[in-house]
């Protein structure tokens, strides 16, 4: 009997042993991205977070950082090269590495189909951008395409279907196409981090923002943007990626279970995102913003315009790979 009790008690505490070293062997990547909670990016990572759970068994456990709680994306996407940070669903910061500004080429696409052309799997765009994200110790998980760009102001420049936006002065990112292409177009720039652009709008240093679109001045600036102009400046693209030395020592499995969540997120985005550039316009214009309608023909000039000005200085830039994806 007392080697009965023995036993049963044996088998409890293996038991017990078991549970705690499952538990202990669940592993916490922290994720981080720049929009609010409950927005549809937030909403489209917790998808994620939930399928790398289920194919990963509740070993992974995917911990979202919502509106930049973890820091402006451009140091996050250090701190994930450096392996501090697990993951970030972000643009591509060009800190480090400067030719990443060739994705924001302005005008290098023009249409969501478009999109998924240039930056095919295995085409010369995307190796070369997922080399560049591997020098900086960064694996590329899948694509996240936002919207077109646009440009977001408080006053009504002259000549808002044209190129002489003369005395308005517009926040831009510290990337020289978006400089190149707010020159050309007759504005101001004025190259501002992104965590800086609302109070420096709020306070009138800039009268305006070139740099996003539709959903990220609904997202982050609806109450400033009093002037809408829907011009498709640039593609805003954001990448969902992994710190490199993370990925490394995750089975071929669990490498898997990533790699997929991330790419259901990825064709899920190329099938709303289109959807949600007229729902942005019109939430903004409810919100009181004047958006300016444009025709095909007033876009298309722009554009060609803007490709004159800006392109013959990015492809002495970026060189070979800018005549490959612009022919």
């Not at 005008?107 to 295995?122: E, M, P, Q, S, V």
């Not at 646009?150 to 005395?167: E, F, R, T, V, Y």
């Not at 009138?204 to 740099?211: A, E, L, N, T, Y």
Request: charged share 25%; net charge positive.
């Amino acid at each position: 009997m007392k080697k009965e009790k023995m036993f049963s008690v044996f088998l409890v505490v293996l038991m017990l042993f078991a549970m705690s070293t499952e538990v202990f062997a669940q592993k916490t990547f922290k994720l981080g991205h720049a929009r609010p909670v409950g927005s549809s990016t937030d909403v489209d990572m917790v998808k994620f977070a939930d399928a790398v759970f289920k194919a990963t068994n509740g070993r992974y456990k995917v911990e979202l950082y919502p509106a930049s709680q973890l820091g402006n994306y451009t140091v996050v996407q250090e701190r994930v090269g450096l392996g501090d940070i697990e993951m970030q669903l972000a643009p591509a910061g060009t800190n480090v590495t400067k030719a990443l500004g060739i994705i924001m080429t302005p005008y290098l696409c023009n249409t969501w189909d478009d999109i998924a052309i240039k930056f095919a799997r295995g085409g010369k765009l995307m190796t070369a951008i997922e080399k560049m994200f591997d020098k900086e110790g960064i694996k590329v998980l899948g694509l996240y395409p936002k919207y077109f760009g646009g440009i977001a102001l408080s006053k009504m420049p002259k000549d808002p279907k044209g190129w002489a936006s003369k005395g308005i002065k517009v926040r831009v990112p510290g990337i020289k196409s978006f400089e190149l292409l707010a020159s050309s177009l007759g504005y101001m720039a004025t190259p501002i981090a992104f965590s800086e652009a609302f109070t420096s709008w709020q306070t009138g240093i800039v009268d305006g923002v070139v740099g996003s679109g539709a959903e990220g001045y609904w997202s982050s600036f609806r109450d400033l943007t009093k002037i809408y102009l829907p011009v498709n400046t640039h593609l805003e693209l954001w990448f969902l990626y992994m710190s490199k030395d993370v990925y490394n020592k995750l089975s071929a499995a669990d490498k898997k279970a990533f790699e997929d969540a991330a790419l259901q997120i990825e064709k899920d985005r190329f099938a709303t995102g289109y959807a949600e550039t007229a729902e942005m316009e019109a939430n903004l214009a409810k919100n009181g913003t004047t958006v300016v309608k444009y025709s095909p023909a007033e876009l298309a000039a722009i554009a060609e315009h803007v490709k004159a000005q800006v392109w013959p200085v990015l492809r002495k830039e970026y060189g070979e790979i800018f005549d490959e994806i612009t022919k």
